[in-house]
């Protein structure tokens, strides 16, 4: 499956998804004009993707796959859908795929942690809370 | 034995110290939000050291200013409005603008029930809204509401002002 790369704007976020190196990272600001058309092509490229590599979870044993969110802002509308993505998250975790799921967040930004741990709470992985420095 | 009391009248002056960090005045588009947020940032770094009072400024400015934008009624003669302004350490956001008196009581019902709420009320009602399956645009509005409560640092104050029989002007004043 090809690699995934949007640029980041002033009010959406840089989203690099490279399937070679297990990656898929989310970072900078977001508040999309249009939250829906922002998301929607984001989402179905996880799912595609998770479909993609459901039959090979022994490929991810030693090397997981990375989920990575490193949100400096995102607005009511965006959290929605972020909600969205970690849902498909969980289907990876849930159909057996090995997965990592870091939550970055700037020292003192305590709302920023409050509202992973909020979003994840009903999920069965746990991401790792990593204080930027 | 005479015990005499000399009284000291210590007059305390409290001088607030009040500082505008942002006054803007004109229409608001998504363009211009984006030039408005871009300016407050540095102001933002010059007057507070705090990461997560900033954060929350910011935030609050964002959901204030698309409010605006999404669920205001434009009228030339009387312009959006967003002021800024540091009273010592509190920050106070202000925000005018146009709406029709159509939509007053849906406003007035959002404020109200936003109003009644405890901290963790708020919490778990933002929580839930971003967690149901689909959201209306109606209930959009009601999240950036939520969002902005969930921020402030007290209880949402907010007027309606009589301009005519369709429309009257929206003030809202979110403290931080």
């Known amino acids: 499956m090809e690699n995934f790369l949007i640029k980041r704007t002033s009010t959406t976020p840089k989203v690099e998804f490279n399937t070679k190196n297990n990656l898929f990272e989310i970072s900078g600001n977001s508040r999309p004009e249009d939250v829906r058309v922002f998301y929607k092509?984001?989402?179905?490229?996880?799912?595609?993707?998770?479909k993609a590599i459901v039959d090979k979870t022994d490929d991810y044993v030693d090397n997981p796959f990375v989920f990575n969110f490193k949100f400096n802002y995102f607005n009511s509308s965006s959290a929605k859908f972020i909600l969205d993505i970690l849902i498909e998250i969980n289907k990876f975790y849930t159909d057996g795929i090995n997965i990592q799921v870091n939550w970055f967040f700037e020292e003192g930004d305590y709302d920023m942690k409050e509202v992973g741990e909020e979003l994840t709470v009903t999920l069965g992985f746990k991401p790792q809370y990593i204080m930027i420095k | 034995m005479l015990f005499c009391k000399i009284h000291r009248y210590i007059f305390i002056i409290n001088m607030v110290k009040e500082v505008e960090l942002l006054k803007y005045k004109g229409v608001l588009n998504f363009e211009q939000i984006g030039v408005i947020l871009d300016k407050v940032q540095p102001e933002l770094d010059n007057y507070s050291s705090d990461t997560l009072v900033k954060k929350r400024i910011y935030s609050v400015l964002v959901e204030v200013l698309e409010n605006v934008h999404n669920h205001g009624y434009n009228n030339q003669e009387y312009l959006p409005q967003c002021i800024l302004t540091r009273y010592d350490d509190n920050f106070v956001i202000k925000i005018s603008n146009v709406v029709l008196n159509a939509n007053?009581?849906?406003?007035?019902?959002?404020?109200?029930?936003?109003?009644?709420?405890?901290?963790?009320?708020?919490?778990?009602?933002?929580?839930?809204?971003i967690k149901e399956k689909t959201i209306l645009e109606e209930s959009e509005a009601g999240v950036g509401i939520i969002q902005i409560a969930k921020k402030a640092s007290s209880k949402l104050v907010y007027n309606f002002k009589t301009i005519n029989d369709k429309i009257s002007y929206f003030t809202l004043k979110v403290t931080i």
């Open chain 1, 41 to 50: 092509p984001i989402l179905d490229k996880l799912q595609q993707f998770r």
């Open chain 2, 104 to 129: 007053i009581e849906k406003f007035k019902n959002i404020l109200d029930y936003v109003n009644s709420l405890s901290e963790d009320e708020i919490n778990k009602s933002f929580y839930g809204k």
